[in-house]
């Protein structure tokens, strides 16, 4: 199971971190990303990253966000700076196997992920 935290309101400008751990029998995915979701739209990946330390951004988050692991406590997180109204989404952990012939861009764009957490709720306002 993966559990995220972290979420919350800030307003624009602000920064949120937040964080993916792996519980229970859930083994810790080599792969794993951030998608999230604004009413009305499309889930979005965000951001990835893969078990070689490769990682992959959405452009609309380049320069802004950044993805991370902590390998010893099993927890991915997503560190989101310069946070602005169109960031606010409900955001998703998601994680998986490595695949050699699909890197984290690639997954990012099809959402091919095994595990999915429940989602933390972003709000920035104005």
């Known amino acids: 199971q993966l559990l995220e935290s972290g979420g919350g309101s800030v307003q624009s400008g602000g920064s949120l971190r937040l964080s993916c751990a792996a519980s229970g029998d859930t083994h810790y995915p080599p792969c794993m990303a951030w998608f999230r979701q604004a009413p009305g739209k499309k889930r979005e990946g965000v951001a990835g990253?893969?078990?070689?330390?490769?990682?992959a951004y959405a452009d609309s988050v380049k320069g802004r966000f950044t993805i991370s692991r902590d390998s010893a406590t099993n927890t991915v997180y997503l560190q989101m700076n310069n946070l602005k109204p169109e960031d606010t989404a409900m955001y998703y952990c998601?994680?998986?196997?490595?695949?050699?012939?699909?890197?984290?861009?690639?997954?990012?764009?099809?959402?091919?992920?095994?595990?999915w957490g429940q989602g933390t709720q972003v709000i920035v306002s104005s």
């Open positions: 990253i893969d078990s070689d330390g490769s990682t």
């Open positions: 998601a994680g998986g196997m490595h695949f050699d012939e699909k890197d984290v861009g690639y997954r990012l764009e099809t959402a091919e992920f095994a595990f």
